[in-house]
């Protein structure tokens, strides 16, 4: 499934909770530090924001990232196939996350896939109080600051961190690098 699939979900979800809080796009703008210009194109279903707008505007809302990107879905089994993923990436590209859980409804839990090309660099904002990230590296090395403090993984280890302060993930390798993501909110936001 292309990135551009999600536009329309985005651009819906993104309405909804902005007018449930009583917000204006201006005032969004403010608290998100995203331009009033791009959030309406999101709203409109014109743009895909990357990572990092998605994660500045779930933030200024006080929701959780599913609850930006879910697709209401009937309940029961849900078969996630690897060429209809919905991939979402970085400004660059270098830095790719595909979620492993479906996008019918804002969740307490989210399960990703990381891809980190060669010299990826993802800053992420500061999550929700109280979320934490449980990340084990699948192939390569992957270095995470958390906490002021860099801490470089290989194949097999696993770290984690508080995620509702600043954090960053690099591949300083020459060779692609792959994690697995688990992201745990304190309470259900949203």
């Known amino acids: 499934m292309a990135v551009d699939d999600l536009a329309p979900a985005v651009g819906s979800n993104l309405r909804q909770l902005r007018v449930k809080r009583g917000l ?13 210009g791009m959030l309406g194109q999101i709203e409109l279903g014109k743009s895909v924001p990357t990572i990092n707008v ?5 933030r200024a809302l006080n929701v959780t990232f599913s609850a930006l990107i879910h697709t209401p879905m009937a309940g029961g089994t849900t078969v996630l196939r690897h060429a209809e993923a919905r991939l ?5 590209g270098r830095f790719t996350s595909r979620a492993l859980f479906p996008f019918n409804e804002p969740r307490h839990m989210e399960f990703y896939l ?3 090309a060669p010299g990826a660099l993802e800053n992420a904002p500061p999550h ?10 699948h192939e390569g090395t ?5 906490g002021g403090h860099v801490h470089r993984l290989g194949a097999g280890d ?11 993930y690099r591949n300083r390798q020459e060779v692609t690098a792959t994690a697995y ?6 309470r259900e936001v949203g």
């Open 114 to 116: 990381l891809g980190f």
């Open 142 to 146: 992957v270095e995470i600051e958390a």
């Open 24 to 36: 204006s796009l201006e005032r969004l703008a403010q608290e998100s530090g995203v331009s009033r």
């Open 88 to 92: 979402l990436s970085s400004h660059d």
């Open 128 to 137: 929700p109080p109280g979320t934490v990230e449980n990340l084990v590296v």
């Open 181 to 186: 993501l688990v992201m745990t909110y304190a």
């Open 54 to 58: 998605l994660w500045k505007i779930a």
């Open 158 to 168: 696993a770290i984690q961190f508080a995620a509702d302060l600043e954090h960053v």
